[in-house]
């Protein structure tokens, strides 16, 4: 039998055909009067699938790019900073604040496990410079309660950066409202096309921070950029064929709601959602144990396998079978859990196709008394009632 290669990690995610397309035939230069104007097109609707009034800038890096230039633009060496952590990429702002000179405190949750709002309003103290977060914890698949925590943050001194990287696309965030200062995108997460952009709010509180912040930087000067990017400039040389990408991507998003960008984000965010809840429905259903129960996200789903198994298996099987790719677990988390993505271009059939899929290997590869039909029946019973609504 034949074999369609089907990526269902959470990053990179499946491609939109049309931003392929766009991309190839991006061979403009970056100093003409067609970049700027697509430059700042993509800008402006980035504005509107972040959905804030605050500067929103464009870098030509991968997500991490734009975390370290967080830090690197608003610290100082010997800055308190307090980061929240329960994952693999929490533990990356920790590394990061760590390598700006910055002492760190944190609030730390067991994987697959969210914060406590009391433990993190004990733990934010007044000269704290900056809280780090995430929105959602790929490596664990778990949610992470950012309106809860800029309730805490608003009015203080400190300021709130939130790695957004797959809670965009998949999360409502009201980042004006709430006072979120810094919101992280990535270009490979919700916005399906190929690594190597990174997108970011930054308020007004953050640029004032930003003139006496005393950390080295160069290539992610961020005042640099926005003095660029305000006329549709680019410091450097941006990804030019990755920005014709987002723009043909953002149309589509915006398409699906007839042309209303924010409607159309919208529409994503619920498509994540209740993709999620199906694919979570459907493994229950089948036996599995979900590794995030409590606070699960809608950018990916995390999995354990029965005891004595090792999720490598499913990995392996699952490409070697049907050509589905999902991801491992991170760290110690490897061998123990998959993660499944619904973040960017899937579609409820794809949900159906990966549980169809999971179905076989769930019986044949881990041993699990499946009755074929019965994880697809429990998503289908989840998307019909969404459906609905
Ligand atoms: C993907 C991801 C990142 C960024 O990783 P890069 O490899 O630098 O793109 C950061 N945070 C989260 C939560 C992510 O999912």
Redesign the pocket.
Known sequence: MIHKTRLFT??PTPLLPAAQFAMAAADIHHRTPEFRALFQKVLAQLKVFVGTQNDVLLLSC????A?EASVSNLTSPGDRVLVLTAGK?GE?WTDLAKAFGCQVDVVEKPYGQTFDLAEVKAALKPEHKAIFM?A???STAVTHDVEGVAKLVKGTGTLLVV?G??GLGTQTFDVDGWGVDVLIG?S??ALMIP?GLAYLSVSEKAWAAMETSKNPRYYFDLRKERKNQVKGETAYTPAVALVAGMGASLDYIAGQAGGDLEKGRIALIDNAQVNAKATRAGLVALGFTLFAPTSPSAAATAVLVPEGKDSSDVVKELKARFSLVVANGQGTMKGKIFRVAHLGFFDYLDTVAFMGAIEHIARDVLGLPVVYGQGVAAAQEVYAKAAKN
């Open positions: 959470p990053g991968s997500g991490t790019g975390m990429f990356r995430q959602s914890e790929t790695d990287i797959t990535g490979q997460k690594p």
